[in-house]
């Protein structure tokens, strides 16, 4: 049987890949990520090649492994600008302020890849996701809880952040960090694994 490999630190994408009780183990990618400049390349297609570059030092790591290298690159998209993770409160403070009342995208660039053949398949998600009107006291309060400081675009769906969302448009796993409908589309039908039937192997 093939290993899944997944080529993340994120424990948001770990706790997602354990909810479909797939058997893996977390191999965390050395890619040096400011090889891609995200100034000169589109945000979908900016996650994708993320994805790629991570997927592919991992592969580089275990040669001939029977494995599949699951991996994902997750980012904030407004009004033009692509928001990564704040660096420090008044990052947070300037993300959360320019988000506030507004919609913005989330994209997720995933990347599948066979090490032994080194065939992989990049696709991405996106899901619009509209927040409140947020008071300055609103976003210090939140900033305060240090929740922002590890997630793109500076706030969780999943936990306090999902208090600063009005509503969202797609997939909320997306908005996680993996759309884990879109993987196992591509995990069945370009590398004929299947979630629901390993599981009965």
Known sequence: MRKIILASKSPRRKELLEGLNIDFEVVVSDADEEKINKDTVPADMYVQELALLKATAVANELKNKNALI???DTIVYN??????KPKNEDEARDMLKSLSGKKHSVY?????????????VCTKEKTDVYFKELSDKRIDD???????????GGYGIQAL?????????????NVVGLPIGKLCEVLEKEFDYDVIREKNI
């Open 70 to 72: 699951i991996s994902a």
């Open 79 to 84: 009004d033009g600008e692509i928001l990564g």
């Open 108 to 120: 997720t660039g995933i990347c599948v890849m066979n090490v032994k053949t080194m065939f992989s």
């Open 142 to 152: 939140y900033i305060k809880t240090k929740e922002p400081f590890d997630k793109a």
């Open 161 to 173: 952040g999902s208090l600063l969302v009005e509503k969202i448009d797609g997939d909320y796993f």
